[in-house]
C-alpha cells in the first residue's frame, strides 16, 4: 500500500447512511470488499484490475449499527495484497423526527433480490428512502425541494426524480448531477439549472433507450365555450382556461 485502507463518512449530509473507503496501492490490484453487520457478511464492492487509487462507497446499512470490513485484494497475478486488519465503524441513529417505518408482512423468499426505494414527502420535507427486505431503513435521501414524486434508477446507476421545481437527477452518494425546471412558472431556479420552456412536471419520469427522458408535463387550454358548470347541464357557457397535460420527451440539455 501506498495509502492505507480507511473509512470516512460521506461528506454529503443529505446522505449520511454512506461511507467511503480509501485507499492506494504500488500496482494495479483487484479488490472485493466485505461488509459483516453481525447477522451476515455480504460483498458489497469489486472492482476490475485497472487501478490502484480507490474511493469504494459502502451502502446499504442500517442506522445504529457496528460493522466490520474486510478485504481480498489482489494484483493482476493473483498475489495478495496483504491487509490483515478490519475496518469497524458504526452508523448514527435516525435523525429526530424521522417517520417511523414497520414491516407488518416480510416474506424474503417471496421477493425480488434488491431494495424498496419509495418517497416520503411530508409539510416540511421530502426523503427518499430504500429499506431491505425487513423493512429496515439502509439508505436515505434528505432533498431541499419540496413535492418529491417519482423516482426511478437509470442506466448510469443514479436516481432520477420530479418534485415541485421540476426533475433532477443525483448519485447514489446524493450528489446533484443534473436539474431541469419548468421555466415557464419556476423562474428563481439555480443557475445550475437546464431550463425546460413548460408550466411543470407531474407523476412518472422514464429513461428512454437513447437516454432522453419522457414524463408528463402540463399546459393552459383557451376555450371560447366552455360549460360553467361540472353539475348543472343547463348552465351557460363561457371562455375559460383549462389545464390539460402533454407527453413531452426530453434531454439531458432540456431539448
Known sequence: FTVLPSIRKNPNPSVPLAFIVDFATTRPVRVQMYLDDGRATRLVAETGFDSSQFSLPVLGVRPDTTYKLRFDIRDALSIPVPFPNELEFRTDPLPAGFPSIAAT?????????????????????????????????????????????????????????????????????????????????????????????????????FETTRGTFLTLATEVRQFPDYPTSETNPDAPMAPANVVGDTIIDFDRDGR
Open 105 to 205: 408482512v416480510s416474506e424474503p423468499t417471496l421477493m425480488e433480490p434488491g431494495v424498496t426505494l419509495f418517497n416520503l414527502t411530508q409539510l416540511s420535507t421530502s426523503l427518499m428512502v430504500a429499506v431491505n427486505e425487513r423493512g429496515e431503513v439502509i439508505w436515505f435521501y434528505r432533498h431541499s425541494v419540496s413535492g418529491l414524486t417519482d423516482i426511478k434508477r437509470i442506466s448510469n446507476g443514479h436516481l432520477v426524480f420530479t418534485d415541485s421545481q421540476g426533475a433532477a437527477e443525483i448519485d447514489i452518494l446524493g450528489n446533484l448531477q443534473r436539474r431541469w425546471n419548468s421555466a415557464n412558472i419556476d423562474r428563481n431556479a439555480s443557475a445550475f439549472a437546464t431550463p425546460l420552456f413548460i408550466d411543470n412536471l407531474h407523476h412518472e419520469i
